[in-house]
């Protein structure tokens, strides 16, 4: 958990597109994010608010490596959500583009998967139904459906529980099931909003352990919302720090050595957490 590893890969956060500037968004990137796993390119998103526009996502650029896991932090309302919901393809940014793996994203696939603070479990069907179910609109027979929900349940240690209702689990359980669920479909990029939000610090700790450890063997690559500083940096290769009105990307850190152990480690997340919170106005 705490080594560092090596990113072979060229990062560009580009400036914030000039809103008033159509072509920013109508030709593609001028630095493309050649082998990113995951690339938004000036993406912009607007929501009417009292019969106007308002502007909550503005100029993101971003790309990520294949296997890399980014944290996003940012005060509440400036957007995180939002960035999450457009990278799985539920929500169209108004400008700018989003590419996984080079294609254009369009709606929900296989390839992303996601997990929200609330686990979102169907309460009326068994876990392992509800695990299964991931796979119902991608065509993927019953009997196939229920052997992987069962092989994933069993990778996140809840082979036991397969035949519980959710209301049975426990918060941390409920949260390993929303894990197995997002990755049933073995996507190659997973989104996390907040997903350890609501569990006590232990069942917490163990979480963010056994979920990097998963991002890890499985080369994902991620992309995780939190509030928490601690965990953005035992958990993110880079923090993404936004600031709101309208929701940009303020800084990149990259938390490098601030992951080992030592004094200069010690330093590095002194300094990274010292950054996060005067960008965020808490300091
Ligand atoms: N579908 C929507 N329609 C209108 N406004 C929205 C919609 N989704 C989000 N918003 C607004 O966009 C802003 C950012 O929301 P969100 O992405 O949830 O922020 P965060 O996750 O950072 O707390 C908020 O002001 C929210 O009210
Ligand atoms: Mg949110």
Known sequence: MSETRPIDFPFFALPDADPADAAATAHPPVVAARGAALDLDRVGRRFPLDGREVEVLSG????????????????????KSTLLRLILGLDRPDTGRILVDGRLV??????????????????????EDNVAHALVAHGVPRRERLARARAELARVGLSAHARSWPGQLSGGQAQRVALARALVARPRIL?????????????????????????????????????????????????????????????????????????????????????????????
């Not at 896991?69 to 940012?74: H, S």
């Not at 963010?208 to 992309?223: C, H, M, N, P």
């Not at 938390?255 to 030592?262: P, V």
């Open 60 to 79: 993101i650029s971003l790309a990520a490596a294949p296997g890399e896991t980014l944290v996003v932090v940012g005060a509440s309302g400036c957007g």
């Open 106 to 127: 369009e709606g929900p696939d296989t390839d992303r998967g996601i997990v929200f603070q609330d686990h979102r479990l169907f309460p009326w069907t068994r876990v």
């Open 191 to 283: 989104l996390l909003d907040e997903p350890f939000a609501a569990l006590d610090a232990i069942t917490r700790r163990r979480l963010q352990d056994e979920v990097a450890g998963i991002i890890r063997s499985e080369g994902l690559t991620a992309v995780m919302v939190t509030h928490d500083v601690d965990e953005a940096i035992r958990m993110g290769d880079r923090i993404v720090v936004m600031r709101p009105h309208p929701g940009r990307i303020s800084r990149i850190l990259t938390t490098g050595e601030a992951r080992g152990t030592g004094p200069a480690a010690e330093t590095r997340r002194r300094q990274i957490t010292r950054q996060v919170l005067d960008d965020l106005g808490l300091r």
